[in-house]
Each structure stands twice: as structure tokens, then as C-alpha cells.
């Protein structure tokens, strides 16, 4: 009873979801050795936890712990767990039902969907005739998935981006707490922007700039075809739209061409540009649809092409995850398990036959580095020396990289989204024992801006605050069978040209190899 | 030697009753992997409980009589077990026959044909002694050629059903049926269930269903909803277009150029289940890309305001085909002539260059 004392304590100050918002009548609860009892008016229910109003205030007291007494009480066999999703539509079209009928299929439910319109549906799942969960889902931008989450007409938001300053500022004034915090969101599958165009056009490469010039309407004619540029892109307000400004187009300041021809969803983006030998696009890699991808070139040659490992390990620089967006109030148990299934071996199966880049991690063996070693050969000058590469070519024997690898926001030494969650996979794994009796060498790189001593002290230093994150995350972990140590080769080894911002911060980065 | 007959007699009895129980029971996942992988085909009699209770002599004539195939003329519903009258011409027996009859089933059961013909004695109208069966065969594109065989039940309706995909047929004036049915796995597992109870299985191994991606669409009664692909960016009404008014060709697929769509079901059958089922070649001879797969509803007269409902099939994690049930509320009359198109209840196919 102490224990549900502490659990009241800890949860009293937390609203209960918007399921299950049951009559307010009076119950009775009572420890299971009946030495404690608290009376009151239920508020709710959420499968795992009853919310009473009592003389004391608000309790939240865990129903394994009591027994329910009273004509308040909920039927425990008839409670159907209700939430939903609301935000990008890229993520509540296909990806989202398919990890809800993966879960459904592993828990022995049937599904079904009951489609309300172009922007609404709701899954119903049963356990033989009884309904277990209902969970419903409104299609719109990223930017509306924020706005129902504030609204709390939304318990998780579908979002192509993360939260921007105005909406974390929003989600604070309204009480909602502090939506950067990593807890409040997770990356469900990673996903990139990538230059689209026909498959008859004869480009096959792009630089940055030129995707800034065709975007802007700088440029407007096919230099090749002597022939106008159709620029397609989704419709404004759309997530996709709002990554494309935010990092291709806000750092040159320029803003879209007016004109160009605009689409519903992805896969109209897509479609569009297929059948358009003349169009340019930027899609989302999980829809190119028929299209044809572009490879990035930079003006130092090195080329970089969004693929299944080069988003894993964040290698290309337009990475664009998608996330879910959780409130801090308590959802459904039935939600909470479902969310905890998506970070599971099965989910990443189920993202990866939907078409999307899951997260688990990947070896490249040095053999398949060699696009890498060139980059560091042709490197190789004033500020890398010929010792530094022969050092990095012995480092690099008999390892393989962990596609797990972790990057830096702008400039600073907070890791981003994505590494931030590596982080915790990495310690999961080192927990579970799958390195146990190798070893694991955190890599620290840098930039080239900067004199070289100076960029490998600070690589270094990336790499050990890395390394101690995960060991910190990693206390489970038996230290004796892992071994974890750390190395740095400043700007030694490039992987993107450094024209610009984006190309400095793919190669500011902390790898993992293991041996 | 009376004494060992009539064990057997019980034996085969209690066989037959598992068996069929079981049946009847699991007719939906009746078959695991481990199954023999060659062509197989099940009589599907009906055992009664009576027989179960008398092991003697005595027994016998209830036995056959029992277990000669019937039509009925009442509907059986679930597989609760029903007496019924015969009413095919069935030849008066005397013991005599009845022993050699019993011979010729017991040895049935020795060369392990799993198939018990009871002696012959039940003829239907052309003379034909009554025959159930089901067989099975694998043909291109991870196909399989369905017959089946109920001399004695002309014009009887069933119902076929493999994985999750279930559809209402019924067979002709001499009890026969052909269809052809896309294979869900390498080794697909069929059943067939009339009306009056009796329930044919078969399995058949397909090598080469796993290069077929597949899904389907089926529904009860009136079809409303339509599964609609559209290969490598074909528009509307293009060659690689395929529905229902469009369905492709096998041989196309076959040279892994395009898919092709497979109508199941009598459509003339009161309340009939009904499928599409859309195939395309895993590895296509051109670059890689993808099928938009789509369900379209027409508005119409007859539907709009109302709720509709079908099945969505498309591959689950474990292997097999996960289902989903649909259910759709249908725009105002206003809006007759209109048509709902569902983008994403089908995952779009994609698809890789050999």
C-alpha cells in the first residue's frame, strides 16, 4: 500500500488520458490485504491505473494494487483503450496502420478500419468479439498534428520534423510541458529528402546549390533540353515543405518559386514528377514512387546518395526521421505498450515491408569503406599529414563501422534527434551482451575549419563525451566484458565537400567500430 | 475373425469421426508445413455420433448408410450435425455386400490413399457412383488449378477458401468444378465447404508462389468496392492499368512484364462471397519501381449515405496474409457518379529490377 501511496504521490500532479473519462461516481478502493482503503469519485481509468478524487485531492493508484469497489467502478472486461493520432499524413497513410497491425497480429487481435473520409479513419481492434482498442487517426500536416496535440484533441502527434520553438513555447504556456524533452518524442523510422526527376531526363546528379537555383527560380530551364523547369512539391504548410525551407532554402534566404505545381500527398508529388521528363522535385525517399533519385555531388567531387545505411548512419545530410509526439499526461496502457513495441526487433521488420528505413543497426566491413579512404586521401595536404593516414588506415584494420553513428545540432555538442536515441540503443545492446568480448571504439572527426590540433583535441573530445553517455545509459552492462575506448582523426577522412553548413556538419561526427 | 472385423469397423469409424471433427473444426488452418508437399486430396464424409456408440456387427448398416455422400436437402449451417435424407438412388444392401464393402474401404485405408469410397452403392442421376473430391494442382505464376469433384451434388453451392481468402462457387449439372486460385505460399492449403457439412481439403505445393507479391480485396453480397493497380505510373485506362474490367494476362506476368488480376466467385449466388486478387512478379525485366495499388468505390444510387464493407489481404510480418476488415460510410446521394478512391489501405507494391 506504500508502494500505491508513492505511486498517488508520483502521479497526482499528471492529468489522466482523454480515454476512458468515465461518470464521476463514488468507488471504493482497497489494498488487496485490505489494510488500506481510500473512498472516492472515480475519474478515470485507463486500463492500468484508477484516478480518484478524493478528500486528500487527486490520487492515481495502480489497479493491480487494489480492488474496486462501488457503483463507480469501471468493467474491467469491457474497457476499450482509446487514443489517436493526428499530424503528417506521410506517416498516418501507410506506416502508422501497418506498426498498429503488426502489433495487432503479435497480440492475436483482429483489425479492423473504418474509413470516415480522405482525412479520417479509425482502427477497431478486437480480441475475438470484444473491442480492445480504438484508435483513431486525422491526416493533415505535421503543424496540425502540433496544434491537436495542444488542443489535447490528439494524444500523439505524427510529425515529419521536430517541434518548433513557437510550438514548444505553445505547448509550455498551455501547461503541456517541455516538448524538446526527449521523452516526450521518438523517432519511429528514419526517412531523407531527396532530389527527385523523371526516369527519361538524362541528369543523374545535382549539387546543393543547383537544387537551391532550380527551387528558387533562379535557374529555369534544363541547360541539356534547352527547356523550362517544372518545380513540383507538396502543398504549403505540408512537413516536407517545411524541411525543404527550413534546410535548403532558409540558409541561402531565398524562398520557393511561385508556380510550382502543388501536391496532396506524396505519392501525387511522385507521380507528378515521373511523368514529367521537364519536373524537379524534392520527395521523401520512402515515396520516390517511379521517379529517379539524384545523387548529391559537391564541388570537391564527393558524392553523396540518401540509401538505406547512408541515413542509418546519418552520412547523408538531409535526414529527415519521423516522429511521434507524446503528451505529459498518461496514455492508455495499451498505448504505452504499443509504443514500447516500436522500438522492438519485430516493429523494424514491420517498417522495413512498408517501405521505410527502420533503425536497426548494420556493420560495413573496411572493404566496403572505399569510397571513404578515397575521400581521406584526397584529403590528405597541408593540415592532414601522410602519418596521420597511415595512422587511420592501421586503426581502421580488422574493423567493421557500426552504422550507429552521432551528430552534433549547428555547431554545438548536443547531439541530434537521431544520435540522441542511438545513444539508448547502443546501451540496450551493450546491455543485452552483444559486444561482449569486443571491443568498441568510439571515432571522433571533425571539420576543417580550424587549425588541425585543435579540431583533433575536439574530436576527441566529442568521442569521449559520447563514449561516457553510452556508458552511463549502459549501467547494466557488465564492464568487464566490453571493452570501450576512444580515437580522433580531426578532418582526417571527409565524407561531404564543406561549401556550405550541411556539409560540415556530416563530417563533425563521433563513429562507432567494432572489433 | 467376426471379432476382428468389427474392431476394425470400429477403428475406421473413430478415424473418420476424428478426422472429419477435426476438420470441420480447423477447416481455416488445417494445414501446417509439415503436410506432404505433393498433390493430396481428402474425401470429406460425414460421421455421425450413433456410430461411435455400437462397435458391434450391428453396426454396420448405419455406417454405410451414414457415410455414403449426400446431397441435402435442408442447408447445413456451421458444423453442427444435422440428420438429413438421402435423395439420391441408394441400392438396398444385404450383409454380404455390406462385408465386401467393408473390405474395399479397409484396404482403401491400407494403400493410405486417405481416400474411402464406400463401395459404390449411391449413384447419382446419370448413373455415376457418388464421388467427393478435391484435387489440386500448381500451374505458372503460382497458380493453382482447382477441381473439384461432388458427383452426387450438382448445382451444390460452396464455399473455397485458401489462407485468408474465402469465395462462393458452385459446381455444375454433373458436380463438377474448375477454378483457378492464386497461391498464397509454396505449400497452399485449400478447402471447400458445401452446405450440407462436407468439408474437401487439399494441398498443393506452388514453387514458385513466393515470386508473386499478392493482394486482395473481397467482400459479401454486392460488390461496391474495386482493387485497382496502377504499374510503373500507368495512368487510368493505360496498359498496366489492372482491374476488374481490365484484369491483365498470366502469360504477361509470367514473362515478369505486368500483373494481372483474378475475379473469384459466383456472383449469380444470393449473398455470395466474392475476391480480387491482384499478382504481380517480384523481379520485374525493367527498372525497379512501384505499383500503386488502390481500392475505388463508385457512388451510386444504391450505396450513397450507406456503410460498406470488404476485406483487405496484403502480407504480414510472419509470412502469411494479414487481413483487415474494411468499413467505409459512403458519401451522400449528391455525390452519385463520384468515386472514392482509398490510396493507402493496400500498401503500394515495390518492386525490384531482376
Known amino acids: ?515 | 475373425m467376426e471379432k476382428r472385423r468389427s474392431l476394425l469397423v470400429a477403428g475406421s469409424t473413430i478415424l473418420i469421426a476424428a478426422v472429419v471433427g477435426h476438420l470441420m473444426q480447423n477447416a481455416d488452418r488445417y494445414f501446417s508445413a509439415s503436410e506432404p508437399a505433393t498433390p493430396v486430396t481428402t474425401a470429406g464424409q460425414r460421421a455421425e455420433a450413433p456410430i461411435l456408440r455400437s462397435l458391434g456387427v450391428g453396426a454396420i448398416t448405419p455406417l454405410l448408410a451414414s457415410t455414403a455422400p449426400r446431397t441435402s436437402a435442408e442447408p447445413v449451417s456451421g458444423d453442427v450435425a444435422l440428420p438429413y435424407l438421402a435423395d439420391e438412388l441408394t441400392i438396398p444392401q444385404t450383409l454380404t455386400d455390406q462385408r465386401g464393402a467393408l473390405a474395399a474401404r479397409v484396404s482403401g485405408l491400407d494403400r493410405g490413399h486417405g481416400t474411402i469410397q464406400p463401395g459404390g452403392h449411391a449413384y447419382n442421376q446419370f448413373g455415376h457412383p457418388c464421388e467427393t473430391t478435391m484435387v489440386a494442382r500448381a500451374k505458372p505464376a503460382g497458380m493453382m488449378a482447382v477441381q473439384v469433384t461432388a458427383s452426387c451434388k450438382p448445382h451444390a453451392r460452396l464455399t473455397i477458401s485458401h489462407d485468408a481468402l474465402r469465395f462462393s462457387a458452385q459446381t455444375d449439372a454433373n458436380g463438377m468444378l474448375r477454378v483457378d486460385v492464386p497461391a498464397f505460399s509454396a505449400t497452399a492449403s485449400l478447402s471447400a465447404a458445401f452446405r450440407d457439412g462436407t468439408i474437401l481439403s487439399a494441398i498443393v505445393r506452388v514453387p514458385d508462389a513466393s515470386e508473386y507479391e499478392r493482394v486482395a480485396l473481397q467482400w459479401r453480397d454486392q460488390g461496391v468496392m474495386q482493387l485497382h493497380a496502377h504499374e510503373f505510373g500507368a495512368p487510368n485506362g493505360a496498359r498496366g492499368h489492372v482491374w476488374a474490367k481490365a484484369p491483365g494476362d498470366v502469360a504477361v506476368a509470367i514473362n515478369a512484364k505486368g500483373g494481372f488480376l483474378t475475379l473469384l466467385g459466383d456472383a449469380a449466388l444470393p449473398a455470395a462471397s466474392m475476391a480480387e486478387v491482384y499478382s504481380f512478379p517480384q523481379f520485374v525485366a525493367r527498372d525497379s519501381g512501384v505499383v500503386r495499388v488502390s481500392v475505388e468505390a463508385p457512388v451510386t444510387p444504391a450505396n450513397c449515405g450507406r456503410n460498406v464493407q470488404a476485406e483487405t489481404l496484403q502480407p504480414g510480418v510472419g509470412g502469411g496474409m494479414q487481413s483487415a476488415a474494411l468499413s467505409l460510410d459512403m458519401p451522400g446521394c449528391d455525390m452519385v457518379g463520384e468515386t472514392l478512391v482509398l490510396k493507402n489501405v493496400l500498401r503500394d507494391m515495390k518492386i525490384a529490377r531482376n
Not at chain 1, 538524362?202 to 532550380?214: H, K, W
Not at chain 1, 545509459?473 to 564543406?498: H, K, N, Q, W
Open chain 1, 1 to 515: 500500500m506504500i508502494k500505491a501511496f508513492l505511486c498517488a504521490a508520483i502521479f497526482a500532479a499528471l492529468s489522466i488520458g482523454t480515454a476512458a473519462r468515465g461518470m464521476a461516481q463514488d468507488v471504493t478502493l482497497t489494498s488487496r490485504d485490505g489494510a488500506i482503503e481510500v473512498g472516492g469519485t472515480l475519474l478515470g481509468f485507463d486500463g492500468e491505473f484508477y484516478r480518484i478524487q478524493t478528500d486528500f485531492g487527486v490520487l492515481t493508484l495502480d489497479g493491480q494494487g487494489v480492488l474496486c469497489s462501488g457503483t463507480g467502478c469501471p468493467d474491467l472486461d469491457a474497457y476499450v483503450a482509446r487514443f489517436s493520432f493526428s499530424g503528417a499524413r506521410s506517416m498516418g497513410e501507410v506506416l502508422m496502420p501497418a506498426l498498429i497491425e503488426g502489433f495487432a497480429a503479435r497480440r492475436g487481435l483482429s483489425v479492423q478500419r473504418s474509413v470516415q473520409g480522405a482525412d479520417a479513419f479509425t482502427i477497431n481492434l478486437h480480441d475475438g468479439a470484444r473491442m480492445v482498442a480504438q484508435i483513431g487517426f486525422r491526416l493533415g500536416s505535421t503543424a496540425d498534428g502540433f496544434d491537436d496535440l495542444l488542443a489535447e484533441t490528439a494524444d500523439i502527434a505524427m510529425a515529419l520534423r521536430e517541434a518548433r520553438p513557437d510550438e514548444i513555447d505553445r505547448a509550455r504556456t498551455a501547461g503541456l510541458g517541455d516538448l524538446s524533452d526527449t521523452a516526450r518524442s521518438r523517432i519511429v523510422a528514419l526517412d531523407a529528402l531527396v532530389p527527385i526527376v523523371a526516369r527519361d531526363n538524362p541528369l543523374r546528379e545535382i549539387s546543393v546549390a543547383r537544387i537551391q537555383e532550380f527551387l528558387s527560380g533562379q535557374i529555369t530551364e534544363w541547360q541539356a533540353q534547352a527547356a523550362p523547369i517544372t518545380i513540383h512539391a507538396r502543398a504549403e504548410g505540408s512537413g516536407i515543405q517545411e524541411l525543404i525551407e527550413d534546410r535548403i532554402l532558409s540558409p541561402a534566404e531565398l524562398t520557393l518559386v511561385s508556380g510550382a505545381q502543388r501536391h496532396a500527398d506524396d505519392a501525387d508529388l511522385a507521380d507528378g514528377v515521373a511523368g514529367d521528363p521537364l519536373a524537379f522535385g524534392m520527395a521523401r525517399l520512402s515515396d520516390i514512387g517511379n521517379a529517379r533519385q539524384l545523387t548529391l555531388r559537391g564541388s570537391c567531387g564527393m558524392p553523396l546518395r540518401a540509401t538505406r545505411r547512408s541515413l542509418k548512419a546519418e552520412d547523408y545530410p538531409f535526414a529527415a526521421p519521423l516522429f511521434l509526439y507524446t503528451p505529459a499526461r498518461r496514455l492508455p496502457l495499451f498505448a504505452r505498450e504499443f509504443l514500447t513495441y516500436l522500438t522492438g526487433p519485430e516493429a523494424q521488420r514491420v517498417i522495413h515491408r512498408a517501405g521505410f528505413v527502420n533503425q536497426t543497426r548494420e556493420a560495413v566491413a573496411v572493404a566496403g569503406q572505399g569510397t571513404r579512404l578515397l575521400n581521406a586521401i584526397a584529403a590528405a595536404g597541408e593540415d592532414v599529414s601522410l602519418t596521420e593516414l597511415k595512422r587511420l588506415t592501421t586503426a581502421l584494420r580488422g574493423t567493421e563501422r557500426l552504422t550507429t553513428t552521432f551528430r552534433f545540432r549547428g555547431g554545438s555538442t548536443q547531439l541530434d534527434a537521431q544520435s540522441a536515441g542511438n545513444i539508448a540503443f547502443l546501451a540496450r545492446a551493450l546491455e543485452a551482451g552483444e559486444f561482449d568480448e569486443r571491443e568498441l571504439i568510439f571515432v571522433g572527426f571533425s571539420d576543417g575549419d580550424g587549425g588541425a590540433a585543435a579540431n583533433l583535441r575536439l574530436a576527441r573530445k566529442r568521442a569521449e563525451a559520447v563514449r561516457d553517455a553510452v556508458k552511463k545509459a549502459a549501467y547494466a552492462a557488465d564492464p568487464s566484458r566490453i571493452r570501450l575506448t576512444v580515437d580522433a582523426f580531426g578532418e582526417a577522412m571527409p565524407m561531404a565537400c564543406e561549401e556550405a553548413e550541411w556539409g560540415r556538419g556530416v563530417n563533425r561526427r563521433v563513429e562507432v567500430w567494432r572489433r
